[in-house]
Protein backbone atom coordinates (compact mmCIF):
# COMPACT_ATOMS: atom_id res chain seq x y z
CA UNK A 1 0.00 0.00 0.00
CA UNK A 2 0.95 3.69 -1.17
CA UNK A 3 1.74 5.95 1.68
CA UNK A 4 0.67 9.38 1.07
CA UNK A 5 2.53 12.24 2.39
CA UNK A 6 2.06 15.82 2.12
CA UNK A 7 5.20 16.60 -0.14
CA UNK A 8 4.55 13.29 -2.22
CA UNK A 9 1.49 15.05 -2.94
CA UNK A 10 2.64 18.68 -3.80
CA UNK A 11 5.71 17.27 -6.07
CA UNK A 12 3.16 14.87 -8.10
CA UNK A 13 0.08 17.88 -8.25
CA UNK A 14 3.09 19.73 -10.05
CA UNK A 15 4.42 17.18 -12.36
CA UNK A 16 0.68 16.25 -13.56
CA UNK A 17 -0.04 20.12 -13.80
CA UNK A 18 3.37 20.88 -15.96
CA UNK A 19 2.00 17.69 -18.15
CA UNK A 20 -0.95 19.19 -18.67
CA UNK A 21 -0.12 22.12 -20.46
CA UNK A 22 2.16 20.27 -22.48
CA UNK A 23 -0.26 17.02 -23.77
CA UNK A 24 -3.09 19.88 -24.02
CA UNK A 25 -0.69 21.62 -26.55
CA UNK A 26 -0.13 18.25 -27.86
CA UNK A 27 -3.34 18.58 -29.79
CA UNK A 28 -2.29 21.75 -32.18
CA UNK A 29 0.88 20.47 -32.55
CA UNK A 30 -0.91 16.86 -33.68
CA UNK A 31 -3.37 18.32 -36.31
CA UNK A 32 -0.66 21.16 -37.53
CA UNK A 33 2.64 18.89 -38.09
CA UNK A 34 1.50 15.64 -37.97
CA UNK A 35 -2.26 15.64 -40.17
CA UNK A 36 -3.76 13.59 -37.14
CA UNK A 37 -7.28 14.34 -37.52
CA UNK A 38 -8.94 16.55 -35.43
CA UNK A 39 -11.27 14.91 -33.66
CA UNK A 40 -8.54 12.24 -32.60
CA UNK A 41 -5.74 15.16 -32.03
CA UNK A 42 -8.80 16.45 -29.58
CA UNK A 43 -9.55 13.25 -27.49
CA UNK A 44 -6.20 12.38 -27.00
CA UNK A 45 -4.85 15.59 -26.45
CA UNK A 46 -7.21 17.63 -23.97
CA UNK A 47 -8.38 14.09 -22.45
CA UNK A 48 -4.92 13.33 -21.44
CA UNK A 49 -5.27 16.86 -20.02
CA UNK A 50 -8.11 16.67 -18.27
CA UNK A 51 -7.47 13.67 -16.89
CA UNK A 52 -4.22 14.91 -15.54
CA UNK A 53 -5.87 17.35 -13.65
CA UNK A 54 -8.83 15.08 -12.19
CA UNK A 55 -5.81 13.19 -10.79
CA UNK A 56 -3.78 16.35 -8.96
CA UNK A 57 -7.47 16.60 -7.06
CA UNK A 58 -7.61 12.89 -6.05
CA UNK A 59 -3.67 12.73 -4.74
CA UNK A 60 -4.69 12.28 -1.40
CA UNK A 61 -6.11 8.84 -1.93
CA UNK A 62 -3.35 5.91 -3.08
CA UNK A 63 -4.88 4.40 -5.92
CA UNK A 64 -4.67 8.15 -7.97
CA UNK A 65 -0.21 7.43 -7.55
CA UNK A 66 -1.61 4.33 -10.21
CA UNK A 67 -3.62 5.90 -12.30
CA UNK A 68 -0.68 8.74 -12.37
CA UNK A 69 1.91 6.02 -13.41
CA UNK A 70 -0.72 4.90 -16.17
CA UNK A 71 -1.27 8.63 -17.56
CA UNK A 72 2.70 8.32 -17.76
CA UNK A 73 2.69 5.39 -19.89
CA UNK A 74 0.01 6.95 -22.14
CA UNK A 75 2.12 10.14 -22.51
CA UNK A 76 4.72 8.27 -23.90
CA UNK A 77 2.22 6.28 -25.77
CA UNK A 78 0.98 9.45 -27.84
CA UNK A 79 4.21 9.53 -29.33
CA UNK A 80 2.85 7.37 -32.18
CA UNK A 81 0.72 10.92 -33.01
CA UNK A 82 3.56 13.46 -32.47
CA UNK A 83 7.21 11.82 -31.99
CA UNK A 84 8.75 14.47 -29.50
CA UNK A 85 5.96 13.11 -27.01
CA UNK A 86 8.19 10.11 -26.62
CA UNK A 87 10.54 12.46 -24.81
CA UNK A 88 8.41 14.35 -23.10
CA UNK A 89 6.71 11.12 -22.20
CA UNK A 90 9.70 9.76 -20.91
CA UNK A 91 11.07 13.33 -19.01
CA UNK A 92 7.52 13.11 -17.41
CA UNK A 93 7.42 9.84 -16.53
CA UNK A 94 11.58 10.30 -14.53
CA UNK A 95 9.42 13.13 -13.41
CA UNK A 96 6.85 11.21 -11.55
CA UNK A 97 8.90 9.01 -10.75
CA UNK A 98 11.30 10.92 -8.69
CA UNK A 99 8.96 13.04 -7.32
CA UNK A 100 7.12 10.17 -5.73
CA UNK A 101 10.85 8.36 -4.29
CA UNK A 102 12.59 12.08 -3.32
CA UNK A 103 9.66 13.04 -1.04
CA UNK A 104 9.24 9.75 0.74
CA UNK A 105 13.14 9.94 0.89
CA UNK A 106 13.20 13.67 2.56
CA UNK A 107 10.01 13.72 4.50
CA UNK A 108 11.23 9.96 6.30
CA UNK A 109 14.26 12.02 7.17
CA UNK A 110 12.15 14.86 8.45
CA UNK A 111 10.40 12.87 10.78
CA UNK A 112 13.23 11.06 12.68
Partial sequence: MITVTPGMRRLCASVLGMEAIVVGL???VAIN??????????T???????????VIGLLRR????????LIQLLAIASGFMVPTMFLLGVIFAALWITAIFVA????GVTSR
Fill in 26 to 28: FTP
Fill in 33 to 42: TQGVEPAVAA
Fill in 44 to 54: VGLGLALLCVL
Fill in 62 to 69: PFAYIVGS
Fill in 104 to 107: RRVE
